[in-house]
């Protein structure tokens, strides 16, 4: 084997990551370890901890040949040229900055595990999403070792979606990767570059300083979260005059400069990342005394939970003005399709809100449900989680399309419509369906940004 390469941290990002690299790089050996036991049993078992699709395939051509999974971080550290450190960075809950700022503990507590462990020169990578200059507290932290040796911090950042991931890790739109000037971080960084080297085209693999690395994830996220935000907002503008926000996404996107993707209005972004990176910038803006910049960011999160409430406001005013003791058939939980994560799903917020207001919730997802049942464990209210769709439609006032799972197109609306009280709603928080047809079936169709389809 040529090198090998530690991960730290086995969740969404560390595990595909690292079955990536691994499947493509057979010279390094690749462990991952996780201080979750279960999970690091899962990625050893068949059924692997998170859905993601191909993520099957990579993981058992590689896993046992030259990819490992294991709990034992101190034996990983030790035995590794190279780590990389993928734990979580939430938000921070308590004391200065709290739900704005990253919560840096389990980040800092790796660094500490190195130093203790290591006994050997290191390259350590920053695959953790994390504020600008966190490099140079890992630094300090790291070249505090009595053991006199060296470690290089390099900044790689990941941009891969869930439901695509193991697509962008192996056709990646770039691979950025951010070191120190001076010469031995411009070694590593080299060394850094050879692992992709193997499979990415050299034309991607974008070299930086480290700041500028660590800025550009939170910016991408950030930049990305705008432009949702941008056409949820005219989603609002479109309801209001008759335009129709699919026109006008599709008409717009075909200016090069603005570009078809990410312009698919919802009821709004969510995922474990574009909410706390905006508020990790907001905070960094706020803490660099840039209040402008800061409220200017702010406004996408907030334009988000406007599109939240709005979908929900809009439910009960077309509902007569009250759900309550309705049954209303939630389709999909998971934040996108093709993954089961919740994470930030705004279908907990819209679910939440919908029992504040006495609705009675049949959820239905094809990869969530567990998930969904954990999201709303605290929540009072009649809530049912259904693996079948026809049975959560069943009796049912309403049906909110809350994920664009495309299987939800192929249902069968005349069985579902005739099993539902009437009148017989639809609110596509999605735009999936074909409005027209299931308005003929005899469905008052509402979607966003979109003419009312409705027969009262
Ligand atoms: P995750 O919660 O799924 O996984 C993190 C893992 O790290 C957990 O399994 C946890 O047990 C483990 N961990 C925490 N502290 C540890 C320690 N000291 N030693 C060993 N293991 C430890 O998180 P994730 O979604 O994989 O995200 C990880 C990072 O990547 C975050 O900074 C996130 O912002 C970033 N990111 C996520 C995505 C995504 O799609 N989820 C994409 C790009 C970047
Ligand atoms: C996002 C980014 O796309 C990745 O590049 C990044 O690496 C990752 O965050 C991260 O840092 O965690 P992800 O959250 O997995 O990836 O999924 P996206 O496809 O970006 O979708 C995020 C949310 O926006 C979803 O709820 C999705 O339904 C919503 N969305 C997306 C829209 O409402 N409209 C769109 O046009 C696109």
Known sequence: MNKTILCIGAGYVGGPTMAVIADNCPDYKVIVVDVNAERIAAWQSDTLPIYEPGLKEVVERARGRNL?????????????????????????????????????????????DIIEHAESDKIVIEKSTLPVRTAEAMHRILQSNTKNLNFDIISNPEFMAEGTAIDDLQSPGRVLIGAMEDASGQKALEAVADIYRNWVPEEKIKKTNVWSSELTKLVSNAMLAQRISSVNSISALCEKTDANILEVSEAMGMDPRIGPRFLQASIGFGGSCFKKDILNLVYLCEFHGLPEVAAY?????????????????????????????????????????????????????????????????????????????????????????????????????????????????????KRLYASMAKPAFIFDGRNLLDHQKVFEIGFNVYPLGQKVLSHL
């Open 297 to 413: 960011w702010e406004q996408v999160v907030l334009m988000n939970d406007y599109q939240e409430r709005r979908f929900v406001k809009n439910i009960t005013s077309c509902m007569f003005n009250t759900v309550a003791d309705k049954k209303i058939a939630v389709f999909g939980f998971a934040f996108k399709a093709d993954t089961g994560d919740t994470r930030e799903s705004p279908a907990i917020y819209v679910s939440k809100l919908l029992l504040e207001e006495h609705a009675i919730l049949a959820i239905h997802d094809p990869q969530a449900l567990e998930y969904a049942k954990l999201d709303l464990a605290d929540c009072e209210g009649d809530i049912s989680y259904e693996s079948d769709p026809y049975k959560a439609a069943e009796g049912a006032h309403a049906i909110a399309v809350l994920t664009e799972w495309k299987e939800f197109r192929d249902l069968d609306f």
């Open 68 to 112: 490992f999974f294991s709990t034992d971080v101190v034996a990983g550290i030790k035995e590794a040229d190279i780590i990389f450190v993928s734990v979580n960075t939430p938000t921070k809950t308590f004391g200065a900055g709290a739900g704005k700022a990253a919560n840096l503990q389990y980040w800092e507590k790796t660094a500490r």
